[in-house]
């Protein structure tokens, strides 16, 4: 019987070491798992506060170069340098453009105006011109026809001068001589006694072609008392360095 209890309390007490050794097991294992998240939390934050050491490199610290203040005057000039002359370019060539734009057209106005001017006072001229010359040219009398042929040529110009010449000389003049032929030409007054009828066809500054209203009077052996004619005739003016002369004259 001593020898049963004695085993019974031995294994009881046993009991209780493994019981004790769990517990302590139980406790030391939570400790454990709070301080592996608590290692994990400081490892997610970042760290502060602390110095960090880092060794220097064999060949000591070497500083970068100091920029030079050329160095920022080129790279703010870069650009600038690059789009203004261009720029200056363009706006050169548009300055030649548009001043020679403007010399033409100052040029071309000039000369209409100028023109203009020439030609009003070519058809002045030439009118006036014409009113003296139809007269001189188309009149002749059989007693003095070299006389009257003289005057006339000179209102004359160019080659109407010389076909002038040698019709007087191989058809009107014998025939004037033959039959006494005089005819007296004047410029026909309108009914208003006004300036005698003439009026201009068309005009430019060195040619002027004129209409005039002319009366011919003609006496010859060949009709009874005098006929008179009212003819129209185109005459062209030309200026010449004498003035405005007669280069053709054409009987409508």
Known sequence: MPKTTTT?????????????????????????????EDSATRAERPLAGRTVLIE???NGWQDPPEPSPEAF???DDAPEDRSTPRRRRLLTALLGVLLVAALVALAVLGRQYRDARRTETARTEAVTAAREAAPVVLSYDYRHLDKDFTKARAHLTGDFR???AKTTKTVVAPTAKKYHGVVKATIAAPPSAGTPAASVVSASPDR???LLFVNQVTESTQVSGSRVDLNRVRMTMTRTDDGWKVSAVDAL
């Open 208 to 210: 002027v072609v004129v």
């Open 73 to 75: 005057e080129e790279d």
């Open 162 to 164: 010389d076909e002038y």
């Open 56 to 58: 220097a490199p064999k």
């Open 8 to 36: 019974r309390r031995t294994m009881t007490a046993a009991a209780r070491a493994a019981a004790k050794r769990a517990e302590r097991g139980h406790r030391d294992a939570a400790p454990a798992a709070a301080t592996d």
